[in-house]
T-cell receptor
Framework: KQEVTQIPAALSVPEGENLVLNCSFT??????LQWFRQDPGKGLTSLLL?????REQTSGRLNASLDKSSGRSTLYIAASQPGDSATYLC???????????FGRGTSLIVHP | EAGVAQSPRYKIIEKRQSVAFWCNPI?????LYWYQQILGQGPKLLIQ????????DSQLPKDRFSAERLKGVDSTLKIQPAKLEDSAVYLC???????????????FGSGTRLTVV
């Protein structure tokens, strides 16, 4: 059974810092990995989708990398802003499975 | 494009009552998912539809939960009777497809926050 772990569970940083959020998974035979953002009381907003054949994806200040062999993905947030405060979740879809498995998320607070 | 629509946004009911949630996916998305997210945890898949057929409902508590997707578009999720532990956010998501040759991401709605008292 695929297990997805996100570290740290919570993070509080001053504005302007560069951040790294981690997602690890136990089964490396993944199909894709997706990073989401969730604001309090809201649904999930997709940030980046990485296919199994890709090593990274970039969108604005966000960069997500994927290392299947080590079972890890990182989400890099450059020059963090208070508006980045949210919970960040990763979801892993195994090859041959239709069901993505979510981690518990990293709760990020960026203070001015 | 319009997003995934869910209603209601909030619902408070007493235990043993029944409740229903509604989801309208993105137009053209064949696959629809219902997730349960308990506070502090990641979403857990309850049921997955491909058009109007069920792909996976292995984690759906079928003694009290039911879901349908008539005509392969809108979907409803029902809980009857509700228990205190059903308090959670219920998220609906949709995707273009699920076959192994298709590698699509998921789009989520805003969710319905259910409180059972």
């Amino acid at each position: 059974k695929q297990e997805v772990t996100q570290i740290p569970a919570a993070l509080s940083v001053p504005e302007g810092e560069n951040l790294v959020l981690n997602c690890s998974f136990t089964d490396s035979a993944i199909y894709n990995l997706q990073w989401f953002r969730q604001d309090p009381g809201k649904g999930l907003t997709s940030l980046l989708l990485i296919q199994s054949s890709q090593r990274e994806q970039t969108s604005g200040r966000l960069n997500a990398s994927l290392d299947k062999s080590s079972g890890r993905s990182t989400l890099y947030i450059a020059a963090s802003q208070p508006g980045d405060s949210a919970t960040y979740l990763c979801a892993v879809r195994l090859g041959g499975s239709y069901i993505p498995t979510f981690g518990r998320g990293t709760s990020l607070i960026v203070h001015p | 494009e319009a997003g995934v629509a869910q209603s209601p946004r909030y619902k408070i009911i007493e235990k043993r009552q029944s409740v229903a949630f509604w989801c309208n996916p993105i137009s053209g998305h064949a696959t629809l998912y219902w997730y349960q997210q308990i506070l502090g945890q990641g979403p857990k898949l309850l049921i997955q539809f491909q058009n109007n057929g069920v792909v996976d409902d292995s984690q759906l508590p079928k003694d009290r939960f039911s879901a349908e997707r008539l005509k392969g578009v809108d979907s409803t999720l029902k809980i009857q009777p509700a228990k205190l532990e059903d308090s959670a956010v219920y998220l609906c998501a949709s995707s273009l497809g699920i076959s192994l040759g298709q590698n699509y991401g998921y789009t989520f709605g805003s969710g319905t926050r259910l409180t059972v008292v």
